[in-house]
């Protein structure tokens, strides 16, 4: 009975977000205001969905502005992703970390997904939080609360949008 006990609690320890692998390389494109396509030092490609946040598609209203600002922060960058699985498209789920345009030298200390909802340009997406770790989820709802307070990115926008329709 011990012996089944560990098996079951490494097995849930293996299946946390706390132990996320990290695939080191280079941003070659942005897609969307949340996916992007990363070069392995390998020369591989993979297409990375930042983990906790949902970006309107390129067609959507506002969808270009946030693939545009994801792009002006990570496209070409060396970066850092921490993933713990592959979605059923095969895409890497992740945070992607990389130097701020601000601070050369100081490494990979940028978390895109989270500047991405600090911006109003994505929102958090709830319905994955537990697929994030605690402190991220809890990061992640933070910058998405301060967005729709100050009214800039999408929920500008969206308010916007909003009265627009309410008044017609």
């Known amino acids: 009975m011990v012996a089944s006990s560990s098996v079951g609690l490494a097995l849930l320890l293996l299946c946390s977000p706390a132990f996320a692998a990290q695939l ?29 946040i949902d970006a309107p598609g390129r067609k959507q209203p506002f969808g270009e502005h946030a693939r545009q600002h994801l792009a002006d922060l990570a496209h070409g960058k060396s970066a850092a992703v921490h993933w713990t699985y592959r979605d059923h498209h095969g895409r890497i789920i992740g945070a992607v970390w990389v130097e701020p345009v601000d ?32 402190e991220e989820r809890y990061a992640y709802e933070f910058e998405e609360s301060e967005a729709r307070a100050r009214r800039t990115g999408l929920w500008r926008k969206f308010k916007e949008s909003s009265q627009t329709q309410a008044s017609q």
């Open 24 to 52: 080191e390389c280079r941003v070659a494109s942005v897609t969307r205001g949340d996916t992007l396509m990363c070069l392995t030092v390998d020369n591989r490609q993979e297409l990375i969905r930042l983990r906790g």
């Open 103 to 134: 601070c050369p030298g100081c490494g990979h200390t940028l978390d895109v997904g989270r500047a991405q909802l600090a911006s109003g340009m994505a929102r958090w997406a709830q319905r994955y939080a537990s697929q994030q770790p605690v």
